[in-house]
């Protein structure tokens, strides 16, 4: 049954990995050990999936408590440990607390003679990035895109076949050039930093594209994303059914998220208007049905209104 919930995690159905990990927790802590050590691992995941991120790192500084190992006894291990923790924090956003973790992760291989992952360039390059926005500074985001870019290219060597992973890399290039664009006060250098975005977003969406095709979670960022690309350049025709696309995705996930839905459809009625394509806002209709009555059967319509 464990198992089971890694599948189901896998293939994006939260709701069920979320019902089984409730079944299965009070079997798990009775039996306790490994039982509930690899429970707490797959729970956390389940909860991250879902936004409750303190309930995820309550759970995932419990897991940490079972491991019975020391970092240096088991660095492997506790690599994968901080990088979790890294994650947590920077989903309740103390990005100094993840920068503390993601960098335990390069000391703890550094003890051994193991060289930096392309995971720790990324990990690094992604908070360094947090850290300047958080701040209002762009200084750290050329080094932020700098880094990135070079796990990008130990990643290609090291995993080629995994695509998934350089779509996501890829993506956090393409913000990181973009938002630097948003930094400049020269219209010309900021519209080579929007460029530069444009192009690492399209390889990304392409990519998804192909391996997991238009309707995966994934797929709907990844167009969100160009389609901002797409109209810091102005290039609004281009960015329209970009986001009438994501804007379907997101009104049909599994974990609809009402922010996410109002934040698209106020982008695809701005671009719209900004293309004076009034009638084209039906293509929409089918799509915002969805959505609303997705919203109606999580409750999400009166708990969030």
Known sequence: AI?????????????????????????????????????????????????RYQEALDMYKEYETLVGYSADEAWELYDTIYRNFGWIYTSLHEYSKALEYFEKCVKVKQAKGVNSHWFDQWDLGKTHARLSLQAGRAENLELALRLIREGLEMHRQAEPGDTIMRCKMLNSAGECAAIRG????????????????????QESYELYLKVLGPKKPLTGWAMEDLAGAY???????????LLVAALSVECSKDIIKLPSMARLLDSVLEEH?????????????????KGLENLQKRCIDRSEA
């Open 231 to 241: 109209r810091r350049r102005g290039r609004h025709q281009e960015a329209k059914p």
């Open 182 to 201: 948003d930094f400049c006060t020269d219209q010309k250098v900021a519209n080579a930093w929007y460029d530069e975005a444009i192009e690492l977003h």
């Open 273 to 289: 208007k900004a293309t004076d394509d009034h009638a084209g806002l039906a293509d929409c209709q089918e799509a915002i049905n």
């Open 3 to 51: 198992d089971l919930v890694g599948v189901y995690l896998k293939n994006y159905e939260i709701d069920k990995a979320d019902r089984l990990c409730s079944r299965i927790e009070p079997l798990c802590r009775e039996r306790g050990g490994v039982w509930l050590f690899k429970l707490l691992n797959f729970y956390t995941t389940v909860r991250m999936k879902q936004s």
